[in-house]
Nanobody, 127 residues
Framework: QVQLVESGGGLVQAGGSLRLSCAASGLTFSTYAMGWFRQAPGKEREFVAAISWSGGNTDYADAVKGRFTISRDNAKNTVYLQMNSLKPEDTAVYYC????????????????????WGQGTQVTVSS
């Protein structure tokens, strides 16, 4: 079955960096668009970043644009989220998600567009 396993979360001071990884198995990774979402305590899950299966198209939430970078390595079945200049408001559980895409340039930013989800990894940014 499809499995998505996130890693790389942790505690970091404001202004620091983290790189999250999401390792996928049980799917043909190179035909799946991928996304990162986050959920802070007491808040709804929200979109962070997305990437097409070709890797050629990316999109970001306004709150992270210019600070976060999504990328993927189809040979390693892994998607990454490089997070720089972290702020306390970035504190959340971060989830990766996947969705089969028949067009390499497509990406998806809505929660209900995605079929599979990881278990999440906690990111805590201290002030």
């Amino acid at each position: 079955q499809v499995q998505l396993v996130e890693s790389g979360g942790g505690l970091v001071q404001a202004g620091g960096s983290l790189r999250l990884s999401c390792a996928a198995s049980g799917l043909t990774f190179s035909t799946y668009a991928m996304g990162w979402f986050r959920q802070a305590p007491g808040k709804e899950r929200e979109f962070v970043a997305a990437i097409s299966w070709s890797g050629g198209n990316t999109d970001y939430a306004d709150a992270v644009k210019g600070r976060f970078t999504i990328s993927r390595d189809n040979a390693k079945n892994t998607v990454y989220l490089q997070m720089n200049s972290l702020k306390p408001e970035d504190t959340a559980v971060y989830y990766c998600a996947s969705r089969r895409s028949y067009i390499g340039s497509f990406l998806y930013i809505r929660i209900h567009d995605y079929d599979y989800w990881g278990q999440g990894t906690q990111v805590t940014v201290s002030s």
